[in-house]
């Protein structure tokens, strides 16, 4: 069997050390959708919130981007000649601004980060089905689990056996936002969950039992799988 690659940061992060580091104070903007940015920015550490502002001004949350992160990637990869999403940092933020053309360069010079990055990639795309995944659900209760089984996944921290913390202060409206629920449907099953033992909430952090979880949705496949 092949070995997994693994991201591996370090390279990049002596590589950004190169340039100013700002900080950058939570609920920022960092790029607007349809801006055309001026240079790639390196995520040092703290997080950031993707997304888009639907037609009757309701937020429609993408995703979240942690430490290491480079943004926007669309643009960094000439896949779109403009941010595709909103980009706002979502806790307080380190940040570098890097040319894109410096940032290419030092990534097509070097194979070992050019894997690495594939490796985030991956963990990335398969992110975003599960994120799908947790949109296709046709009951409340099932999107609120699955999205919660992705966020585990992406950012998880084991703080007992089974038992994973989200590091992410996340609001019932922003966890609605992200599966397309009411904040009050969101905040009814988010009750249940805590009854049913799969939910606790310390220092306004959620903690998932991941096994009652995995069988209450029926899908072990997931159980195993590493982001």
């Given amino acids: 069997m092949a070995n997994k690659l693994q991201f591996n940061p370090e390279t990049l992060r002596e590589f950004s050390s ?4 700002r900080l950058i ?12 940015p001026r240079s790639a920015l390196f995520i040092r550490s703290g997080v950031v919130k993707l997304y888009n502002i639907s037609a009757s001004g309701e937020e429609k949350i993408v995703g979240y981007e942690g430490h290491d992160a480079m943004l926007p990637s669309e643009w960094l990869f000439n ?20 040319p894109r053309d410096d940032l290419m360069d030092f990534i097509n010079s070097n194979q070992d980060l050019a894997l690495s990055l594939l490796d985030r990639y991956i963990s990335m795309y398969i992110g975003s089905t599960m994120h799908l995944h947790a949109l296709e659900q046709l009951r409340s209760g099932d999107k609120l689990l699955h999205i919660l089984q992705y966020l585990v996944l992406r950012f998880g921290k084991e703080v007992s056996k089974n038992h994973y913390q989200i590091p992410l202060r996340l609001t019932h409206q922003e966890i609605a936002n992200l599966v397309g629920l009411t904040r009050e449907t969101v905040s009814t099953e988010i ?8 939910l606790a909430i310390k220092d306004v952090y959620y903690i998932v039992d991941v096994d009652k979880a995995v069988r209450i949705l029926g899908e072990s496949d997931f159980s195993d799988l590493v982001l």
């Fill in 191 to 198: 009750g249940k969950l805590k009854k049913n033992g799969v």
């Fill in 25 to 36: 104070k939570k609920g920022r903007p960092l790029f607007y959708q349809g801006e055309i």
């Fill in 79 to 98: 896949r779109s000649p403009v941010s595709l999403y909103y980009c706002d940092t979502f806790i307080d933020c380190e940040v570098c601004s890097i």
């Fill in 18 to 21: 190169r340039y100013p580091t």
